[in-house]
């Protein structure tokens, strides 16, 4: 983990069938997309919005249709993105560009020395940033809804190796996609706060009822004014 970013290849594609994965919406998509809508409103007056990962481009669409400005950015041209690039340089933006930078699942796909540039980056290009991070494991819920005044008893049981240590530089998780996953010591919730604390201000951190597997981060770029 403490090699330096020359060491390894740079970000690159996903190692899957991009155009199948394209072309395929299921739920998690719409729940996700909902997520996005509604973390938003939390950081406040923001119109520009800068998507990394586009993927299907369902968030695109939903976000436009809402009256957002939103620019999509991507390191593979399979998703037709306004911008191409990667996450951890992007040069091509000033300081302060977009009011906000949504990067859903996208982090997970960097090999960690690429990792803290990349959240520089976001902090410099947009005043405030969703963060989404997959979960590690399987998932085991259990979900209590009586129907009246909103309660919602949520309890989820990660199932996964608690002990284990990415070295954060070989992509073993998710069939060779992810380096890492939230809960994997080193990339522990508190963790992954401390690390973002130094270019970001925590909003919310929380995880998704209605998708689990995610865990969602509302942040603050510390040099936004």
Known sequence: MNQRPLDIPPPDVMPVDRDAWAGQLNLSNFINTYYQFRDL??????????????????????????????????????????????????????DGRFDAVIASHVLEHLAVPYLDRSLQEVARVGNHALLYLPV???????????????????????????????DGVTPRY?????????????????????RMSQWFELIAAYRNRDWNPSRNFVLRSRRSP
């Open 41 to 94: 409103q939390a950081c406040g007056n923001v119109r520009s919005v800068l998507i990394v990962g586009p993927g299907q481009g369902l968030d695109t669409q939903v976000l436009r249709w809402r009256g957002y400005e939103v620019t999509t950015f991507d390191i593979d041209a399979t998703f037709h993105p306004d911008v191409m690039g990667s996450i951890h340089d992007m040069h091509m933006f000033p």
């Open 136 to 166: 590690a494991g399987r998932h085991v819920q259990a979900r209590f809804l009586p129907g009246f005044k909103g309660i919602d008893l949520t309890w989820i049981v990660d199932i996964h190796n608690y002990f284990h240590r990415p």
């Open 174 to 194: 998710c069939g060779g996609q992810h380096f890492w996953e939230v809960g994997m010591r080193g990339f522990r919730v508190k963790d992954l706060v401390r």
